[in-house]
């Protein structure tokens, strides 16, 4: 058997895709123009699929940040912050991320995936249990595959099924396991866009004393009256042990976090190895995450009301074109089709018609669904999603996936 | 024979017997055959002989733990590969209870 033999279904899989003559997992940007718009084959598109909720990666004050911070510091740490040393811009933005959730511990990551891999995976060991949602991200899998612990998955956005799993933790003699339990869930789920139901979960974790980890990668800003995430709107900030997040979407930069209450949080330098083994944060990436968490202190609320008005105007807009969403309105609209060969060749005339949004078939999807996600930033302008409902409903008709346009009265009846 | 209703599948409380574990994983697995005529038996290999991927397997086993109201752990159902190992399995951490 060859080393690749055991991709074979995969490989199938691609070469399907690939024969729509584009492959969406290859894409080149060529120029990135702003927060919404790229030039994609030597046309200028309209990007709806970066994650950059707020648009701050070509906002000047974070721009500037991350220069100023190249020219004192220079362009990388060449080494982790076990064997470098932190500089003191790690520790004041670990500082800062921990005031603004008011949480005494912050741990700063290389990445969003991980800070997932690295507190998950430490966090429970041998003779403990993690419990996860079952659309979980593949971060959150993938710890699962470096702990001892054994891993329980629950149905998804289903408080009664991680009941019954939590319930069932009980020894020969009907008395409870030993060993902690590790809840884990996000605040906004990647794919479709739904949030959890946390305040329902957090009553669960507490009745069998479990441990709550929120991941708010597509939350952070979105969802809360100080941009904090679905912790912070569903009004458990304090029954969530330890929040995730991400500097790589509505930061518009890369890196990952993790902030905690429990006072011995800090062990976690020396014992979770996605933190130890690999390179810290550049400073310029520090300096520019430092600035737009302020633009999110300062500006949040506004650019929080533009996000969700483009989220209102493009979800109400696909649905009364007749087009089948993702369960509620969320920065990430995911659109449904049929299967994939459909979604690829969606996707393909979108791109055709200057429209970049990502596509999303099996097995990277819940469900095995096809979707078409998009993303909305807060500084899309009305016009640019106008028009992309315009394209898609055009493209949607034309591929049968929605309905012809009702005749108004007086038409051809 | 207790059953109970817990709004997604119907909950069975006591030790089941193989015949029932047996029954409900060829019924989960129905819609995964190659094709109308091919028979689920003990010894088919879930993942080989059938037309299922790996996240279709950890929604069905979803699905068999709250029929017979056991939590199987990921890593244990890595391990199992035919349908008398996953019966096994139900059996074991049933009795377990």
């Excluded at chain 1, 899998?141 to 991680?162: G, I, M, W």
């Excluded at chain 1, 949004?357 to 899309?380: D, E, I, K």
């Excluded at chain 2, 349908?83 to 096994?88: K, Q, S, Y």
């Amino acid at each position: 058997m060859g080393l690749f033999d055991r991709h074979a279904g995969l490989l199938d899989a691609y070469r399907d895709v690939r024969t729509t003559g584009a492959d969406p997992f290859q894409i080149r940007m060529e120029r990135v123009l702003s927060p919404t718009e790229a030039i994609i084959n030597g046309k200028t598109c309209l990007t709806v699929g970066t994650n950059n909720y707020f648009g701050l990666t070509f906002d000047p004050s974070c721009m500037q940040a991350a220069i100023d911070a190249i020219q004192a510091e220079g362009t990388g740490t060449t080494g982790s912050r076990i064997a470098n040393g932190s500089y003191s811009e790690h520790v004041a933005l670990e500082q800062e991320i921990a005031e603004f959730y008011g949480k005494k511990h912050c741990m700063v990551f290389t990445t969003g995936y991980q800070a997932n891999l690295g507190v998950i995976s430490t966090l429970v060991g041998q003779d403990d249990f993690l419990l996860i949602d079952a659309d979980s991200h593949a971060s959150i899998y993938d710890a699962c595959k470096q702990t001892q612990a054994e891993v329980v998955r629950f149905k998804h956005n289903d408080p009664a099924s991680l009941d019954a799993r939590l319930r069932r933790l009980k020894d020969k003699n009907g008395g409870d396991k030993p060993g902690n339990r590790l809840v884990v869930l996000e605040g906004i789920y990647s794919m479709l866009g739904d949030s959890a139901p946390l305040k329902e979960f957090v009553e669960v974790c507490k009745k069998y004393g479990a441990y709550v980890l929120v991941d708010e990668a597509h939350s952070l800003g979105a969802l809360g009256d100080n941009g904090r995430g679905l912790c912070e709107s569903a009004g458990v900030l304090d029954d969530c042990h330890f929040i995730v997040g991400t500097f790589s979407k509505t930061l518009g930069a890369i890196g990952g976090y993790c902030v905690s209450n429990d006072p011995d949080f800090d062990i976690l330098r020396v014992t979770t190895r996605a933190y130890m083994f690999t390179a810290s944060l550049p400073p310029s990436i520090v300096a520019s995450v430092r600035q737009a968490l302020r633009v999110v202190r300062t500006r949040g609320a506004e650019l929080r009301q533009q996000l969700w008005d483009n989220v209102h105007t493009l979800y109400d807009g696909l649905v009364a074109q007749g087009f089948k969403l993702g369960p509620e309105y969320g920065p990430v609209v995911g659109v449904h089709l049929p299967d994939r060969m459909m979604a690829i060749g969606f996707w393909r005339a979108m791109l055709d018609a200057g429209i970049y949004v990502n596509v999303a078939v099996p097995p990277a999807t819940p469900n095995g669904v096809s979707l078409l996600r998009c993303s909305l930033c807060a500084v899309h302008t009305k016009e640019q999603l106008q028009h992309m409902i315009e394209v898609m409903t055009g493209i949607g008709r034309q591929m049968g996936v929605i309905g012809p346009q009702l005749k108004v009265a007086g038409g051809s009846r | 024979m207790i059953v109970e209703n817990d709004g997604t599948s119907v909950l069975l409380r006591r030790v089941p017997v193989r015949g029932e574990v047996m029954a409900e994983i060829c019924t989960q697995l129905a819609p995964f055959r190659t094709s109308d005529t091919q028979v689920i038996r003990g010894e088919t290999a879930i993942s080989k002989d059938l037309a299922i991927d790996s996240l279709a397997v950890m929604d069905m086993v979803m699905e068999l733990e709250d029929r017979f109201d056991v939590s199987i752990p990921m890593n244990v159902v890595a391990e199992i590969q035919t349908v008398d190992e996953l019966a096994d399995t139900i059996l074991k951490l049933a009795a377990r209870r």
